[in-house]
Nanobody
Framework: QVQLVESGGGLVQPGGSLRLSCAASVSIFSFNAMGWYRQAPGKERELVAFITSGGSTNYAESVKGRFTISRSNAKDTVYLQMNSLKFEDTAVYYC??????????????WGQGTQVTVSS
């Protein structure tokens, strides 16, 4: 049973920083990619950033230069360092892991989400 547990969310002022963590119950080597998504009230869930098993990263345009995704294989954890936070970054942030199965289908796993609120 794969579990992803996010932590690190909270209330922060504009311009502040937060670091989100996503701890997996299995080795993250088993995933082809892991990423962070977010969903603001009344909006669709959107990709924020992802990192592949090879270490390649990709970011949404809205967070480039402000957010950094990284991984610790030793801790089976993926991080999202968020700097220069803006009001529009307020959302529930979800961790996602993708695993390519032997039948070539992709299995997706989601965490329960962590709230990030940017407010003065």
């Amino acid at each position: 049973q794969v579990q992803l547990v996010e932590s690190g969310g909270g209330l922060v002022q504009p311009g502040g920083s937060l670091r989100l963590s996503c701890a997996a119950s299995v080795s993250i080597f088993s995933f082809n990619a892991m990423g962070w998504y977010r969903q603001a009230p009344g909006k669709e869930r959107e990709l924020v950033a992802f990192i592949t098993s090879g270490g390649s990263t990709n970011y949404a345009e809205s967070v480039k230069g402000r957010f950094t995704i990284s991984r610790s294989n030793a801790k089976d954890t993926v991080y999202l360092q968020m700097n220069s936070l803006k009001f529009e970054d307020t959302a529930v942030y979800y961790c996602k892991a993708d695993k390519l199965l032997s039948d070539r289908t992709m299995q997706n796993y989601w965490g329960q989400g962590t709230q990030v609120t940017v407010s003065s």
